[in-house]
């Protein structure tokens, strides 16, 4: 089934400032880079604050004490790419590559003692794509896990 979305532009700073309110956080510092005037994207505001909730709530659950969630932009071409980014111990390529399945965890200690469906990503990942959007994973000592989605630039000429 296809998921229906209201295609729109889309202030990212505003959006990603509304998602970090809405979560019940109140010992992880979540540092938004992204400028007020960063430019517009073609988005659902709606179903992008889910997804920027659901990445959030993510990083925040599963990083290391005492260690920021960070988020950045670029603007490359007509894509804006939007970084979440947050200190965890690595997981391998293998573990990565699943994450974005229905109702896949990864079985370690950090997964056992939080709760979860293992749904999420498989969502986020749905909802990005009914944007035009993509979304991968990667985890690396040097920058840690790092959720990076793509989303068109909104341009007037085009509307």
Excluded at 28 to 43: G, Q, R, S, T, W
Excluded at 92 to 115: C, H, M, N, Q
Excluded at 149 to 157: A, F, G
């Amino acid at each position: 089934a296809r998921i229906r979305t209201n295609l729109e532009p889309v202030w990212l700073h505003k959006t990603m400032s509304s998602a970090i309110a809405l979560l019940k956080n109140e010992e992880k510092v979540i540092v938004n880079n992204i400028p007020e005037d960063f430019p517009l994207v073609m988005a659902d505001k709606d179903r992008l604050e889910q997804v920027f909730v659901n990445l959030l709530e993510n990083a925040v659950k599963y990083s290391k004490e005492n260690t920021p969630v960070v988020i950045e932009s670029v603007l490359s071409r007509r894509v804006v790419k939007i970084y979440i980014k947050n200190d965890c111990d690595v997981i391998v390529k293998e573990k990565l590559d699943k994450l974005f399945e229905k109702f896949t965890r990864i079985d370690d200690k950090t997964t056992r003692t939080t709760r979860g469906t293992g749904l999420g990503l498989f969502i986020v990942k749905g909802l990005i794509e009914a944007m035009n959007g993509k979304i991968k994973l990667s985890s690396k000592k040097s920058e840690g896990f790092v959720v990076e989605i793509k989303l068109p630039v909104y341009e007037v000429d085009k509307q």
